[in-house]
């Protein structure tokens, strides 16, 4: 056995540094099992196909929220700090896949959830975190779950309130948000049927065709009329923290990631340099600073929290902008959806050994509508879902992924003058600041709700 493949037996040389080795390098030294060539999905996603899903989770409804948080921000502050909270949100999933990567190898697996990368890493960390192993399983799922169950139920509300208004505007005449809450559970639940993300690809594909488009018409509306960039602040201290808030949440999409990383044909492909991950979160980045930039330019102190609030009602292209992110809010229900079944799916499956695909599609219904039922019960559930997306986003995108790769580095290196734990030290003081301020506006945002709701 070579010298770099023993476990190191002086507690002076376990930190330090060692020559870099590819995942396939450390996990073959020692075997020739390959996880990658190993892995047998039915239905596999191609890199573009995982690319659609990637942008679809990404680029959600959060986006048309970037011009008020660049007013937050200030112009100028925002396009910097929009690089630095994407390559932060970029980094911690590429740091989780890689741990994933890892743990592949040293667990004989070829593809692993969030979770489960998470219960592996503290089973084989050293010996004082591995009785934390089922407590770090359990809190990602339960977050996991909460946050994107939460999420659909928020979808459906959105796509209600946009039709809303539009029939509002059409007819002249008011209807029940409610009601159009309750015709759209069919709908819901039929593109819940769809059964893998081989077959999501092209409701994907539609979502981002409906999303660019809504924001193609956005876009003309903002760049009509516009003032010069020196009469905008170019920096504002006092709320950047909001601007944080904002910003992570809208771009964060954690929960997806090793989703679609196990179901790709070659998810070594989902990393490096010109990954899936990095193409996919530099477009992103790319229309938020855009959007963010000309909204703010454009409106100034009248940004609205959507931007869509600002453009002018009575025009049909402005109503063709609600139509068209409602119907992208639709689609992608279905991948946001797929983590909340991909997590109870996985817990009652071994149970259901008589006609799984019956009881699989079962469950689709029942979540549905448990969803549809939320969001019918409590139509003002946004602002309490913001609070669970700031209180599980902060810890599940930003804190967890960087623990992982904590535990699993501890007992090889943390690199030359510890850069990872250092790295990873800034990173979780950006995660329990974005808890803390993203829960705070949550909790604004909740009592500004039902202060108004209170006196009709």
């Not at 008020?68 to 911690?92: E, K």
């Not at 903002?222 to 010069?228: E, G, I, N, V």
């Not at 020196?230 to 992570?248: A, M």
Request: charged letters at 15%; proline letters at 5%.
């Amino acid at each position: 056995m070579r010298m770099s493949d023993q476990e190191p037996t002086n507690v002076e040389l376990r930190y330090h540094i060692q020559p870099r080795k590819s995942d396939n390098e450390q996990g073959l030294g020692n075997t020739e099992f390959n996880p990658f060539t190993h892995r047998d999905n039915e239905h596999p996603t191609s890199d573009n196909e995982t690319l659609t899903h990637l942008l679809k989770a990404s680029l959600g409804t959060g986006i048309l929220g970037m011009p008020i948080a660049f007013m937050y921000s200030g112009i100028i502050m925002g396009i910097f700090a929009t690089i630095f909270t994407a390559f932060v949100c970029t980094h911690c999933s590429y740091v989780l896949v890689k741990c994933g990567h890892k743990l592949y190898y040293k667990t004989r697996r070829t593809k692993m959830t969030f979770a489960e990368i998470a219960e592996s890493a503290f089973q084989k960390g050293p010996k004082w975190c591995r009785g934390f192993a089922p407590v770090a399983k359990f809190s990602i799922l339960f977050g996991l779950f909460l946050t994107y169950f939460g999420t659909c139920s928020v979808y459906t509300v959105i796509v209600a309130k946009n039709f809303e208004q539009l029939i509002e505007h059409w007819t002249g005449s008011a209807v029940s948000s409610r009601l159009l809450i309750c015709a759209l559970l069919v709908p819901l639940i039929l593109i819940a049927w769809v059964p893998n993300l081989k077959y999501l690809a092209p409701v994907s594909m539609v979502a981002n065709v409906f999303m660019g488009l809504g924001l193609g018409i956005t876009f003309y509306y903002l760049t009509q009329d516009l003032p010069p960039v020196e009469s905008r602040n170019y920096l504002v201290l006092g709320t950047l923290p909001s601007f944080f808030s904002i910003t992570i949440f809208a771009m964060e999409a954690i929960g997806v990631v090793m989703p679609l990383e196990n179901n790709m044909k070659t998810p070594q492909n989902f990393l490096g340099l010109c990954g899936v991950l990095s193409q996919g979160m530099s477009g992103v980045t790319l229309i938020y600073m855009l959007l963010g930039f000309l909204g703010y330019l454009r409106y100034g102190e009248d940004t609205q929290q959507s931007i869509t609030l600002n453009l002018p009602v009575h025009e049909w292209p402005a109503q063709a902008v609600k139509v068209l992110i409602a119907l992208a809010v639709y689609c992608t229900f279905g991948l946001q959806f797929y983590v909340c079944l991909e997590i109870v799916w996985d817990g009652i499956k071994e149970k259901c050994t008589k006609r799984p695909m019956l009881v699989n599609y079962v469950l689709r219904t029942v979540l549905v509508t448990a969803a549809v039922v939320l969001a019918i019960s409590v139509p003002t559930i946004a602002p309490f879902m913001g609070l669970i997306g700031a209180f599980c986003f902060s810890i599940l995108g930003l804190i967890f992924p960087v623990l992982i790769e904590l535990v699993i580095h501890w007992d090889t290196g943390f690199g030359k003058y510890n850069w990872i734990l250092w790295k990873n030290i800034v990173i979780c003081i950006c995660g329990v600041a974005a808890l803390v301020f993203g829960s705070l506006a949550a909790i604004r945002d909740i009592i500004a709700v039902y202060s108004e709701v209170a006196p009709q």
